[in-house]
Nanobody, 120 residues
Framework: QVQLAESGGGLVQPGGSLRLSCAAS????????MGWYRQAPGKQRELVAA???????TYADSVKGRFTISTDSAKNTVYLQMNSLKPEDTAHYYC??????????????WGQGTQVTVSS
């Protein structure tokens, strides 16, 4: 059974930094996509950063130059380094991983989410 464990959210002042982590665990699997989404109260969930396997990394325009997505394939972990945080970055952040477990079918998995609050 595949599980995603997120960590790293919290309260930070404007201009501060946070790093989110999302580790996939379970049986051996092939990963096709790792990414981060966020959802603010009253708004739709939006893609923040995407890292398709062998593809081009992309970012939402609102976070370009401030956020960086990275992966550690040995640990099956995706990170989101968030710098120069703004109050409008306040949201619940979710990781999303598209993978195929050993002997199983390819599908997407969501992390449980972690709250990021940017406020003075």
């Amino acid at each position: 059974q595949v599980q995603l464990a997120e960590s790293g959210g919290g309260l930070v002042q404007p201009g501060g930094s946070l790093r989110l982590s999302c580790a996939a665990s379970g049986s051996m699997f092939s990963i096709y996509f790792m990414g981060w989404y966020r959802q603010a109260p009253g708004k739709q969930r939006e893609l923040v950063a995407a890292r398709p396997s062998g593809g081009t990394t992309t970012y939402a325009d609102s976070v370009k130059g401030r956020f960086t997505i990275s992966t550690d394939s040995a640990k099956n972990t995706v990170y989101l380094q968030m710098n120069s945080l703004k109050p409008e970055d306040t949201a619940h952040y979710y990781c999303y991983v598209d993978l195929a477990p050993s002997g199983g079918s390819r599908r997407g998995y969501w992390g449980q989410g972690t709250q990021v609050t940017v406020s003075s």
